[in-house]
């Protein structure tokens, strides 16, 4: 991995040579399948190396999961389903609330193995394993306030009553760049919902989520929790084509949602997407401009710049562009890059392997190459590890690959507007819909432009805060379906009306 001539001096902070592990061979989960309550060896020998991406190393081996792999997790969670269906909401919310306690008891476990498999810093890995853990409890309080319309007789002499019911066995298929948090996101709605599942988490960072199965085993019932390690192409495409999987749940890339979406297509299942980003952040000339920067520093790098909600697109008012443009490289140029040992500072680490490593990379030669300036960063550091430096891009024309394609890395383009109407019209100019945000000191300004955004989340003066009480999603190609909130419960029930004849 070399530097790029006009790379901005980023250094990667190195542990020290006496900087004990992150993790140890004790602290792994077990490398195998985990199913029916117990932990399986794969169908094949077939294994997949566990790498960490800030040295390089393989730190694991996961089987590589097949359609028998597949087909026995799912008669596992079709065995258990009626059981974990019949319990009442006061049981299953206890249930949950043992696993939050579970997961808090081993947060400092979670957060190496985490950092270990995915380089994030710790303050990003404890974050993740925080929410995690707020996530099930919500989600334990929220299954026991569950409303719907009121019973009553809406024809003459029949009784209309409402149900909720789990739909039954629910296909998770979940992402690398957040791998416990997303497997939350998704576990705990489905579980307090009534459902049970089969996860396959990501290939390149399964070690989280089945070190969730580990430390839950003797919570849960056999069979309500099952995890296949593998491929998308084998494990993902068999758990969403399979005929007793009754939806599948997707957080990933939009190549990966299409996927899955026509393979569901031939069992008519329900299918909950969650896609990719390209967030715009439009910045109006009276915005507070050092709050925006700030802000930018944690909502455009954070977790390396590795999420869907990043503020990565930047559409500033020309009129403040060259202030706001200097405030923002001061804040960019200041970011502490390392490995997660080497410091508790560190806020970049690596993307996740160095396949992504060159994509992130092609992006910026690309836009180097048709005249795109960077202000900062502006390529790869030497590894080992798979480092990029946080990238400022400026001078980005409309319609510029860099501005319309997720690049998913530490890289924030910026634009610029002369009017509202040009502001609202390119930051919805992408295919994407998942978040957006408006920076104002105009109170009818920012409602009004966050009304005409095409996004499911659009912050006003801030970017990238989340609450588990509070729906996340998106329209367009960032697919359907919500995670958090009691959306979530919804999207993993049906609702049945039971009506009664009542005449005498």
Same mark, same amino acid.
């Given at each position: ?223 309500? *929790?099952? +995890?296949? $390690? #593998?491929? =998308?192409?084998?494990? @993902? ?5 399979? &005929?007793? /999987? ?125 005249? *795109?300036? +960077?202000? $900062? #960063?502006? =390529?790869?550091?030497? @590894? ?5 430096? &946080?990238? /400022? ?112």
């Amino acid at each position: 991995m070399t530097t790029g001539a006009d790379l901005t001096t980023a250094t990667v902070r190195r542990a020290a040579d006496a900087t004990p592990p992150l993790i140890t061979e004790a602290d792994l989960p077990p490398a195998g399948h985990f199913v029916d309550g117990k932990f399986l060896g794969g169908s094949a020998e077939r294994v997949i190396d566990v790498i960490d991406p800030s040295t390089e190393d393989v730190i694991a081996h996961t089987p590589a999961g097949t359609s028998e792999d597949i087909d026995r997790a799912v008669a596992a969670a079709v065995a258990a389903k009626s059981h974990w269906a019949r319990l009442v909401p006061k049981d299953r919310s206890e249930l949950l609330h043992a696993i939050a306690d579970r997961l808090a008891a081993d947060t400092e476990l979670l957060s190496r193995l985490e950092s270990a498999n995915t380089g994030k810093p710790f303050a990003v890995s404890r974050d993740d394993v925080d929410m995690t853990i707020d996530t099930f409890r919500f989600m334990a309080g929220a299954l026991r306030a569950t409303t719907s319309m009121a019973a009553g007789d809406y024809a003459e002499n029949h009784l209309s009553v409402i149900l909720r019911e789990p739909l039954g066995v629910i296909g998770v298929i979940t992402p690398w760049n957040y791998p416990l948090l997303m497997a939350a996101w998704k576990i705990a709605p489905i579980l307090a919902a009534g459902n049970t599942l089969v996860i396959k988490p990501s290939e390149q960072t399964p070690l989280t989520t089945l070190k969730f199965a580990e430390l839950v085993a003797d919570l849960l019932p056999p069979g309500v *929790v099952n +995890v296949v $390690t #593998g491929y =998308g192409a084998a494990a @993902g495409a068999r758990l969403a084509e399979h &005929p007793d /999987v009754d939806m599948i749940a997707l957080t990933g890339s939009v190549p990966s949602g299409r996927a899955v979406a026509r393979s569901a297509a031939e069992t008519l299942k329900r299918v909950h997407l969650e896609l990719g980003g390209k967030a715009p952040v439009v910045i109006f000339p009276d915005a507070d401009l050092a709050a925006a920067a700030s802000a930018l520093r944690v909502a455009g790098f954070w977790n390396s710049g590795q999420e869907c909600g990043a503020a990565c697109r930047v559409l500033v008012h020309v009129s403040v562009a060259e202030q706001f443009v200097e405030l923002l490289v001061g804040e960019v140029r200041s970011l502490v890059i390392g490995e997660p040992t080497a410091g508790e500072d560190i806020e970049v680490g690596p993307m996740v392997s160095k396949a992504h490593f060159e994509r992130v990379t092609g992006y910026v030669e690309r836009a180097k190459a048709d005249g *795109v300036r +960077v202000a $900062t #960063g502006g =390529g790869g550091i030497d @590894g080992p590890g798979y480092f990029v430096a &946080p990238t /400022v891009l400026v001078d980005v024309p409309e319609g510029a690959e860099a501005a319309r394609e997720e690049i998913f890395g530490p890289v924030v383009t910026v634009e610029t507007f002369t009017d509202e109407e040009e502001a609202v019209r390119r930051a919805n100019d992408v295919p994407f819909g998942l978040a957006a945000s408006v920076w104002t000191e105009n109170a009818r300004r920012s409602h009004d432009v966050a009304a005409r955004l095409d996004f499911g989340t659009v912050w006003g003066n801030s970017h990238l805060v989340l609450a588990a009480e509070v729906p996340w999603g998106g329209f367009k190609g960032s697919g359907y379906g919500r995670d958090l909130s009691v959306y979530a419960l919804d999207d993993y029930s049906r609702t049945k009306h039971v009506m009664h004849n009542h005449a005498r």
